[in-house]
């Protein structure tokens, strides 16, 4: 079955600096790569998704790239900002009938004033 | 819309009791997923529904049964509470359009469930 590394465990940057979170999958057949916000105490909340027929994608500060070749899938954010500070998660979905999802063991963000 | 609500929001168990953690959407969504969460080990899959009256198994499902009650509802039935499903399970729907094109999973606010 799919498994989804996720590196790094924690990240901390300055305001303003941009942060890099890297996933890789295992499962070629994966067409569809969604990524987490999740706050303290929070549900998890979509904040971009890519499918395998796309290398790039982009909403305002965030960017999420894919590298089927390698399988391998990054978010990009830039020009952080206090309120981007929580945990983060890569997920993959297997091709199939059923939408299930496997996700990385997540980010821990942490941006610095 | 409330989107996907779940309930209780926290519950303490004794070893050995049993409970259902219910999940209900309003977002006219076919699939329903039950998920717990650990710490440093993200979100695993216990239980979906692809669609009303089908139910099928993930990754962790030893210990646990589900139901899926209706297009809206899928509850999650813990028989004989272990100390090791001490976690937060998370609900979770998303809408299918077509076979294979996978759309976002919404989630719910999750229970924490502790068993002593």
């Known amino acids: 079955g799919e498994n989804v590394e996720q590196h790094p465990s924690t990240l901390s940057v300055q305001e303003g600096d941009s942060a890099v979170i890297k996933c890789t999958y295992s499962?070629?057949?994966?067409?569809?790569f969604p990524w987490y916000k999740q706050e303290l105490g929070k549900r998890p909340q979509l904040i971009i998704d890519?499918?395998?027929?796309?290398g790039e994608k982009k909403d305002q500060r965030i960017a999420v790239t894919l590298n089927k070749t390698a399988k391998h899938f990054s978010l990009h954010i830039t020009e952080t900002q206090p309120e981007d500070s929580a945990v983060y998660f890569c997920?993959?979905?297997?091709?199939?009938?059923?939408?299930?999802?496997?996700f990385g063991q997540g980010t821990r963000l942490t941006i610095n004033p | 819309n409330a989107g996907v609500t779940q309930t209780p929001k926290f519950q303490v168990l004794k070893t050995g009791q049993s409970m259902t953690l219910q999940c209900a959407q309003d977002m006219n969504h076919n699939s329903m997923y039950w998920y717990r969460q650990d710490p440093g080990m993200g979100l695993r899959l216990i239980y979906y529904?692809?669609?009303?009256?089908?139910?099928d198994k993930g990754e962790v499902p030893n210990g646990y049964n589900v139901s899926r009650l209706n297009k809206r509802e899928f509850s999650l039935r813990l028989e004989s509470a272990a100390p090791s499903q001490t976690s937060v399970y998370f609900c979770?729907?998303?809408?299918?359009?077509?076979?294979?094109?996978?759309?976002?999973?919404?989630f719910g606010d999750g229970t924490r469930l502790s068993i002593l």
């Open positions: 997920a993959a979905s297997p091709r199939g009938g059923a939408q299930k999802l496997v």
């Open positions: 890519i499918r395998s027929n796309v």
């Open positions: 499962d070629s057949a994966s067409n569809y």
């Open positions: 979770a729907s998303s809408e299918d359009l077509n076979v294979g094109v996978h759309q976002p999973q919404h």
């Open positions: 529904s692809a669609s009303e009256g089908t139910t």
